[in-house]
C-alpha cells in the first residue's frame, strides 16, 4: 500500500501501544548491504537539539548494533498485531547467524533518505540518522536498577523522514 509523508510525531501514541505490546522493528544494514531487523521496545522519543529524535537503547552483542556503528542510521517500523509471531521471531533470532528478512517473510523496501530499508508490510515508518550516540554507565545507574541494561548504547536518531499507510491510525487501534 502506498505510504504518505507524515510529520516526525503525528501517529507517535499508536506507535507506542504497539511498542508496549509487542514491540517495534528496528531495521540496519552492514556495509555488506544485508539488512537486518530486531525488535526494540527500549526507545523513546521528543525534541532534542530543536529537532525530532528518537532514542533508541541498542545492546551491545547485537547484530544490529555493528550494522548501526557502520553506517549511523536506523529505521523504526511499526507493523500490526497481525505480525505478533513474526516480532516475536525477529526479537530471539540473530541476524549474525541467519538471513532475518527471508525466515521471517517480511519484505525490505528501500527508504527514502537512509540506507537501511523500511519494512513494506509496517503501517508506520521512520527514518533516522545517529546524531549522537553514548553508553549506559552502570556505576551512573540508580540502585534500584541493579545493573539491568548497562550493556547498550544509546543512539539519538534524527527523525530525516516519516511515513505512513493513509489508515495506519485505524489499522492500530
Ligand atoms: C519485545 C522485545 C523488545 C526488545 N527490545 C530490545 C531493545 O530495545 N534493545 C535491544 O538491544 N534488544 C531488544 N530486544 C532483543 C533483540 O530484539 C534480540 O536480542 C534480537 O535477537 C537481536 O537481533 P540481532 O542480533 O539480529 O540484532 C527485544 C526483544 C523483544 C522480543
Given at each position: 500500500m502506498k505510504k504518505n509523508d507524515i510529520k516526525p510525531f503525528d501517529l507517535w501514541k499508536e506507535t507506542m501501544q504497539r511498542m508496549g505490546r509487542d514491540g517495534l522493528l528496528l531495521c540496519t544494514v552492514g556495509s555488506d548491504g544485508k539488512p537486518n531487523a530486531m525488535n526494540v521496545a527500549w526507545l523513546t522519543g521528543g525534541l532534542i537539539w530543536g529537532r525530532p529524535i528518537i532514542t533508541v537503547l541498542v545492546r551491545t552483542d547485537r547484530h544490529s548494533f555493528n550494522n548501526i556503528e557502520q553506517t549511523n542510521q536506523f529505521t523504526v517500523n511499526v507493523l500490526t498485531s497481525e505480525f505478533a509471531d513474526a516480532l516475536l521471531y525477529l526479537g530471539t533470532a540473530s541476524g549474525a547467524s541467519e538471513d532475518k528478512f527471508a525466515k521471517s517473510k517480511l519484505t525490505p523496501v528501500p527508504a527514502q533518505v537512509v540506507e537501511p530499508p523500511l519494512i513494506a508490510e509496517a503501517v508506520v515508518h521512520y527514518e533516522c540518522r545517529v546524531l549522537h550516540k553514548n553508553d549506559v554507565i552502570a556505576e551512573n545507574?540508580?540502585?534500584?536498577?541493579?545493573?539491568?541494561?548497562?550493556?547498550h548504547r544509546v543512539y539519538f536518531g534524527e527523525i530525516v523522514a516519516a511515513s505512513a499507510a493513509p489508515d495506519a491510525a485505524k489499522r492500530l487501534e
Amino acid at each position: 500500500m502506498k505510504k504518505n509523508d507524515i510529520k516526525p510525531f503525528d501517529l507517535w501514541k499508536e506507535t507506542m501501544q504497539r511498542m508496549g505490546r509487542d514491540g517495534l522493528l528496528l531495521c540496519t544494514v552492514g556495509s555488506d548491504g544485508k539488512p537486518n531487523a530486531m525488535n526494540v521496545a527500549w526507545l523513546t522519543g521528543g525534541l532534542i537539539w530543536g529537532r525530532p529524535i528518537i532514542t533508541v537503547l541498542v545492546r551491545t552483542d547485537r547484530h544490529s548494533f555493528n550494522n548501526i556503528e557502520q553506517t549511523n542510521q536506523f529505521t523504526v517500523n511499526v507493523l500490526t498485531s497481525e505480525f505478533a509471531d513474526a516480532l516475536l521471531y525477529l526479537g530471539t533470532a540473530s541476524g549474525a547467524s541467519e538471513d532475518k528478512f527471508a525466515k521471517s517473510k517480511l519484505t525490505p523496501v528501500p527508504a527514502q533518505v537512509v540506507e537501511p530499508p523500511l519494512i513494506a508490510e509496517a503501517v508506520v515508518h521512520y527514518e533516522c540518522r545517529v546524531l549522537h550516540k553514548n553508553d549506559v554507565i552502570a556505576e551512573n545507574l540508580t540502585p534500584d536498577i541493579n545493573g539491568f541494561g548497562a550493556n547498550h548504547r544509546v543512539y539519538f536518531g534524527e527523525i530525516v523522514a516519516a511515513s505512513a499507510a493513509p489508515d495506519a491510525a485505524k489499522r492500530l487501534e
